[in-house]
């Protein structure tokens, strides 16, 4: 009986061996390696965007069983945000981050993706900014003029204004030079009492050493990676929803080779993301908030007065002055198309986050 038990344990075994030894051919090819993207990243190696863009890496790879790897280079080594559309458009990069406000010409209904004002729901921000470039058909005509693919949406959570001095108000912020980001944020820094100056990101922090600005509009999450609490004494939270909708994108012509089932790990991880991104966002940034103000930096509410001047007046002419502008220009006729359709899928994408709740905090459903 038991050299009988003895011997289907071994047929057994022999079997299972089999099966393992001859399945590895069929892994091996199915993980054939396709492509290795070479993926520019402005943001230094260190900060909030780091581990989550090293995320992405690994997403990437292990979705894709190895047959898509991911090489990034950090803190604008291979490209920064100013070269990020001709890095892509002459193949020194694959992926990079192509910010709007960087190229008004060359991709004016884009910037409208960047509208300010658009919400406050870090991920409704994301969800309907993605969901506009993957279904409005004047920013995916404008994208594919560009030879871009978005992948992956980004988002910088709330904007708020930092300065050297001590700034509580509206009244306090006027005349103040403040470096902005360009877009839709100049008209409603205009309503605001500010003047506003273009210059990258990576250039704040001097600027706000040698006193050439006298602030800057910020997010956390961006701002503490480029160590801005050193120079910044005050803060003044203005949140006003500010969506840096904009996406990092693959060159089409690497997209295009890419086979269909890459393609759709892609789209599902591009959706995943920003579930991912968005926990990350909410947890995140009040950890920051905290340090700066461990930092010695003063962390002023807006008033009353000021948030309701902001949210009736300032972002409503704001909105309406920056798609007349951008309508104006060659490219983007479309313009108040484009608006219409971000505002019904911001207001979609809220819907479903009033009556379910989050992907990852689902709202209970009352038993009867």
Not at 51 to 68: I, M
Not at 174 to 181: E, L, M, W
Request: proline share 5%; net charge positive; glycine share 8%.
């Amino acid at each position: 009986m038991k050299k009988g038990l003895f011997a289907v344990i071994v047929l057994f075994l022999a079997a299972s061996l089999t099966l393992i030894a001859g399945s590895g051919p069929a892994q091996a090819a199915e993980a054939k390696h396709i492509i290795t993207l070479k993926h520019a990243e402005a943001f230094p190696a260190a900060g909030f965007y780091y581990p989550h863009l090293l995320w992405w890496r690994d997403q990437v790879e292990r979705r894709s069983n190895g047959a898509v790897t991911v090489k990034q280079y950090f803190g604008g080594s291979l490209s920064g945000w100013p070269q990020a559309l001709k890095a892509l458009q002459t193949g020194l990069a694959d992926v990079a981050q192509v910010c709007p406000p960087y190229f008004p010409s060359e991709m004016p209904l884009s910037m409208i993706v960047e509208m300010v004002g658009l919400s406050t729901d870090l991920w409704v921000a994301q969800k309907a900014a993605t969901d506009l470039y993957n279904e409005d058909p004047y920013i995916k005509a404008e994208q594919k003029k560009l030879g871009l693919k978005p992948v992956f949406t980004h988002h910088s959570g709330l904007m708020h204004y930092g300065f050297r001095s001590m700034v509580r108000t509206f009244a306090d912020m006027k005349d103040k030079i403040t470096r902005t980001y360009g877009g839709s944020l100049f008209e409603a820094e205009k309503r605001i009492g500010l003047k506003s100056v273009f210059m990258p990101y990576g250039d704040i922090y001097e600027a706000l050493a040698r006193g050439t600005i006298d602030g800057t509009g910020f997010t956390y999450i961006v701002s503490d990676g480029f160590r801005h609490w050193e120079k910044i004494k005050s803060v003044v939270e203005v949140g006003a929803g500010y969506s840096l909708g904009l996406q990092r994108s693959i060159r089409l012509p690497v997209w295009d080779k890419l086979p269909p089932d890459i393609q759709a790990m892609f789209m599902k991880l591009q959706s995943d993301w920003i579930d991912y991104f968005a926990k990350a966002l909410y947890s995140e940034t009040a950890l920051l908030r905290k340090k700066w103000q461990d930092f010695g930096v003063v962390i002023n509410e807006m008033t009353p007065a000021d948030r309701d001047k902001l949210n009736k007046q300032i972002l409503p002419e704001a909105q309406k002055a920056f798609v007349q502008q951008v309508g104006k220009m060659p490219g983007g006729e479309h313009a108040k198309e484009v608006w219409a359709h971000y505002q019904k899928l911001r207001d979609k994408c809220q819907a479903l986050v009033d009556n379910k709740g989050y992907p990852w905090a689902p709202k209970k459903v009352a038993s009867k």
